[in-house]
Nanobody, 127 residues
Framework: QVQPVESGGGSVQAGGSLRLSCTFS????????GAWFCQAPGKEREAVAG???????RYVESVEGRFTVSTDNAKNTLYLQMNALNSDDTAMYYC?????????????????????WGQGTQVTVSS
């Protein structure tokens, strides 16, 4: 089973930054849609940010202006730059990818639209 590989999580103080990376190693596959989700203990998995092949991005309100999602298509890698972190950002972060999502603008934050998932990377923010 092909699975994207995540890296970049860790522990940081409030106000700090982290950059998460997610690399899809299947070189013959070009994903067109990528997203980041997070899941805090005792909570449901929820969307954080999404990006599609033409560069359009979407963010949930709580991270707007602090997080930036991007891709490096040559490396088949998805990134999440996280700035001004606070304790509410503490969670396991998962990348997700897919080749096609109908009505992406409306469906980007629906986890069921994504086929390929990373293993998760922990982000812990201390105040």
């Amino acid at each position: 089973q092909v699975q994207p590989v995540e890296s970049g999580g860790g522990s940081v103080q409030a106000g700090g930054s982290l950059r998460l990376s997610c690399t899809f190693s299947r070189s013959t596959y070009q994903f067109n849609y990528g997203a980041w989700f997070c899941q805090a203990p005792g909570k449901e998995r929820e969307a954080v940010a999404g990006i599609e092949s033409e560069g359009r991005t979407r963010y949930v309100e709580s991270v707007e202006g602090r997080f930036t999602v991007s891709t490096d298509n040559a490396k088949n890698t998805l990134y999440l730059q996280m700035n001004a972190l606070n304790s509410d950002d503490t969670a396991m972060y998962y990348c997700a990818m897919n080749g096609f999502i109908p009505s992406w603008s409306a469906m980007w934050n629906n986890q069921h639209q994504y086929t390929y998932w990373g293993q998760g990377t922990q982000v812990t923010v201390s105040s």
